[in-house]
T-cell receptor, first 112, second 115 residues
Framework: GQQLNQSPQSMFIQEGEDVSMNCTSS?????WLWYKQDPGEGPVLLIA?????ELTSNGRLTAQFGITRKDSFLNISASIPSDVGIYFC????????????FGPGTRLSVLP | EAQVTQNPRYLITVTGKKLTVTCSQN?????MSWYRQDPGLGLRQIYY???????DKGDVPEGYKVSRKEKRNFPLILESPSPNQTSLYFC??????????????FGQGTRLTVV
């Protein structure tokens, strides 16, 4: 099935640095979601976006719904050790009925 | 508290022994779905359901069955498990697309090992 493209695949950063990651698709989406997954646990919703151009924050996290509706971005400011994990994007659109399409994830490591 | 509950969290079984993984949600969601997650392959959809008695195949349905007799429950059934079904399984639920707040909520996961 369709998958979203996420970049980077993985990243190593120093504690306190800012992080940016993105998610792209060849088709448009009506909803963009960002999740964080800890090892062996279920993905936890971080931010949900429903309108093109929408910019939403959740604490140190900020995500944007791209104007073209084909991409989304997640930024984490002033990273801390507990930010370590895998970040997934997900999209939903009429093209895929009720189903969600997921990216492969960005693995984030934070060095002290 | 809004949640999706899967049981069991961990399961080791032998090839061919039928098993069921339960999933229950308390948010009155119409949509429920099962995924398996394997290293390097991301989340792959097994089956989904848009409402009671309405189920459909996802990308990797072979070897699995589901049922949706009640809105809150969506069990995953492995009639004759095989080692290639060893994986981490997630159940998720959401409202239907086109409405407000239709994000997916995930269960804690079930790690299944088939020997």
């Amino acid at each position: 099935g369709q998958q979203l493209n996420q970049s980077p695949q993985s990243m190593f950063i120093q504690e306190g640095e800012d992080v940016s990651m993105n998610c792209t698709s060849s088709s448009i989406f009506n909803t963009w979601l960002w999740y964080k997954q800890d090892p062996g646990e279920g993905p936890v919703l971080l931010i949900a976006l429903y309108k093109a151009g929408e910019l939403t924050s959740n604490g140190r996290l900020t995500a944007q719904f791209g104007i073209t509706r084909k991409d989304s971005f997640l930024n984490i400011s002033a990273s801390i050790p507990s930010d370590v994990g895998i970040y997934f994007c997900a999209g939903r659109s009429d093209n895929y009925g009720q189903n969600f399409v997921f990216g492969p994830g960005t693995r984030l490591s934070v060095l002290p | 508290e809004a949640q999706v509950t899967q049981n069991p969290r961990y399961l080791i079984t032998v090839t061919g022994k039928k098993l069921t993984v339960t999933c229950s949600q308390n948010m009155n969601h119409e949509y429920m779905s099962w995924y398996r997650q394997d290293p390097g392959l991301g989340l792959r959809q097994i089956y989904y359901s848009m409402n009671v008695e309405v189920t459909d195949k996802g990308d990797v349905p072979e070897g699995y069955k589901v049922s949706r007799k009640e809105k809150r429950n969506f069990p995953l059934i492995l009639e004759s498990p095989s080692p290639n079904q060893t994986s981490l399984y997630f159940c998720a639920s959401s409202g239907l697309a086109g409405r407000l707040n239709t994000e997916a909520f995930f269960g804690q996961g079930t790690r299944l090992t088939v020997v």
